[in-house]
């Protein structure tokens, strides 16, 4: 099993380009999602998808758009990026949510950097 | 809300020494508590969790962490570090019982083992 998969690894974007950061599992988990993870200020849930066909806003969701394509695919787009987007961007996915707790497990992430 | 505060943002540590890195967390209802940690240019790995029971918890590779509800406090001990604990470690905390497993990650402490 490769578990948590993203890409692209690394990604340089000019202001106000766009761009699809991609995520797949392969641990047939039904929850997804997607956090930023700033120096001095640890992980940040951007979206989440606690099923195949619904979507969720965390923390942080402003600049950003989310499509669960299916059930192992859950893509972060990125429709006109901002410099104050350049984060590390990660990928988890979890067994389901509900009354027990189910671990996360998260991708290698992406480094974005906007110019 | 939940919040988590991490103390230190970093701890230099001789090898074969000691070593505390304290995390805090406020909540209004019961929680989850996690440690992650986050090797160089890698994603998060679960450390250890606490869900309910005995307050002290333990990992694989000789951390411990121990629930003070009083205190509102999960820090966490390894009583002899080695060079390869180098790493950023997160203090997490999620909803209890009834929650959905939504993280609220704090802001990282890095550790920084020294021969």
């Known amino acids: 099993n490769a578990g948590v998969t993203q890409t692209p690894k690394f990604q340089v974007l000019k202001t106000g380009q766009s761009m699809t950061l991609q995520c797949a599992q392969d641990m047939n988990h039904n929850s997804m999602y997607w956090y930023r993870q700033d120096p001095g200020m640890g992980l940040r849930l951007i979206y989440y998808?606690?099923?195949?066909?619904?979507?969720d806003k965390g923390e942080v969701p402003n600049g950003y758009n989310v499509s669960r394509l299916n059930k192992r695919e859950f893509s972060l787009r990125l429709e006109s990026a901002a410099p104050s987007q350049t984060s590390v961007y990660f990928c988890?996915?979890?067994?389901?949510?509900?009354?027990?707790?189910?671990?996360?497990?998260f991708g290698p992430g992406t480094r974005l950097t906007v110019l | 809300a939940q919040s988590v505060t991490q103390l230190d943002s970093q701890v230099p540590v001789f090898e074969e020494a000691p070593v505390e890195l304290r995390c805090n967390y406020s909540s209004s209802v019961s929680v989850y508590l996690f440690w992650y940690v986050q090797y160089p240019n890698q994603g998060l790995q679960l450390l250890l969790k606490?869900?309910?029971?005995?307050?002290l918890v333990e990992s694989i590779n000789g951390f411990e962490a121990e629930f003070n509800k009083s205190q509102t406090s999960f820090h966490l001990r390894k009583p002899s570090v080695h060079i390869s604990d180098t790493a950023e470690y997160f203090c997490a905390v999620s909803p209890g019982p009834g929650g959905y497993n939504k993280l609220i990650f704090g802001a990282g402490t890095r550790l920084a083992v020294h021969p």
């Open positions: 998808s606690a099923s195949e066909g619904t979507t």
């Open positions: 988890a996915s979890s067994r389901r949510q509900g009354k027990s707790y189910n671990e996360q497990f």
């Open positions: 606490y869900l309910s029971g005995s307050t």
